[in-house]
């Protein structure tokens, strides 16, 4: 964890420190999202990882509502209620358009068998932004600054090693490589973490954010990894 003195870090210093903080701690270091970039996991493997996920989008709308009910200022509402309706009207869809592209049907998606480690992860995540402050949920987001290279790895290497998966269910990830998808959710989030974070507790409280979800992230594929790789000779129900 990043020790911060008494004073307040200019915010482009605290911004290039969170980076530096989590550029090692991203997800995109992980064994199983090796593999993915790799072209090494099965049909099945790429399946379980795509139902697991899912439990993790789903519940994305219901975290920014959580926010959303914290949060006392307006200004900050209206610009992160973008995200519900993002997710709402068309993120999650996109989602389950992937899971029917690599060979799932809805049902299996939508009520997948999730591995109780991804539950509890996820519904941990949900619970902290409903009871901690609102700026602790909206800095739960600042993994954002890492998530473009994950998600250009992602695409280039299931559209170039993964033949088999259909064109269409690339769609959520050219989306949120889009101005509309991440790069809008972001500069959001940097305004509003500038306007309000104003003191030292402040900051931390945004490292304690990114600490937490950096672990979350790596948690869904270390057991989607040991589930579905290391166990049963890689086998998976999905096969």
Same mark, same amino acid.
């Given at each position: 964890?990043?020790? !911060?003195?008494?004073?307040?870090?200019?915010?482009?210093?605290?911004?290039?420190? &969170?980076?530096?903080?989590?550029?090692?701690?991203?997800?995109?270091?992980?064994?199983?999202?090796?593999?993915?970039?790799?072209?090494?996991?099965?049909?099945?493997?790429?399946?379980? @990882? /795509?139902?697991?996920?899912?439990?993790?989008?789903?519940?994305?709308?219901?975290?920014?509502?959580?926010?959303?009910?914290?949060?006392?200022?307006?200004?900050?509402?209206?610009?992160?209620?973008?995200?519900? !309706?993002?997710?709402?009207?068309?993120?999650?869809?996109?989602?389950?358009?992937?899971?029917?592209?690599?060979?799932?049907?809805?049902?299996?998606? /939508?009520?997948?068998?999730?591995?109780?480690?991804?539950?509890?992860? /996820?519904?941990?995540?949900?619970? &902290?932004?409903?009871?901690?402050? @609102?700026?602790?949920?909206?800095?739960?987001?600042?993994?954002?600054?890492?998530?473009?290279?994950?998600?250009?790895?992602?695409?280039?290497?299931?559209?170039?090693?993964?033949?088999?998966?259909?064109?269409?269910?690339?769609?959520?990830?050219?989306?949120?490589?889009?101005?509309?998808?991440?790069?809008?959710?972001?500069?959001?989030?940097?305004?509003?973490?500038?306007?309000?974070?104003?003191?030292?507790?402040?900051?931390?409280?945004?490292?304690?954010? &990114?600490?937490?979800?950096?672990?979350?992230?790596?948690?869904?594929?270390?057991? /989607?990894?040991?589930?579905?790789? &290391?166990?049963?000779?890689?086998?998976?129900?999905?096969?």
């Amino acid at each position: 964890m990043i020790e !911060l003195g008494s004073s307040l870090l200019p915010f482009e210093e605290f911004i290039n420190t &969170l980076k530096d903080f989590g550029k090692d701690k991203y997800h995109i270091h992980h064994p199983f999202h090796r593999l993915m970039v790799e072209g090494k996991l099965t049909p099945g493997q790429i399946r379980a @990882w /795509v139902v697991n996920r899912f439990y993790y989008q789903r519940i994305l709308p219901m975290k920014d509502a959580a926010i959303i009910s914290n949060c006392p200022f307006p200004e900050v509402r209206r610009i992160w209620i973008k995200r519900i !309706l993002n997710h709402d009207n068309y993120g999650i869809e996109m989602w389950i358009k992937l899971g029917e592209a690599v060979g799932l049907n809805r049902e299996q998606i /939508v009520e997948g068998n999730v591995l109780p480690a991804v539950r509890f992860a /996820v519904d941990t995540y949900l619970n &902290l932004c409903k009871h901690r402050s @609102w700026i602790y949920g909206v800095a739960t987001t600042l993994t954002e600054l890492f998530a473009p290279q994950a998600i250009e790895e992602r695409i280039v290497a299931l559209k170039d090693k993964y033949p088999w998966i259909k064109p269409e269910g690339f769609e959520y990830f050219e989306w949120r490589l889009s101005q509309k998808g991440i790069s809008e959710d972001f500069s959001g989030t940097i305004n509003i973490l500038k306007s309000h974070v104003k003191s030292p507790k402040d900051q931390m409280e945004c490292i304690e954010a &990114l600490s937490f979800k950096l672990d979350l992230l790596w948690s869904l594929l270390d057991a /989607v990894y040991y589930e579905y790789i &290391l166990k049963n000779d890689g086998k998976t129900p999905y096969d």
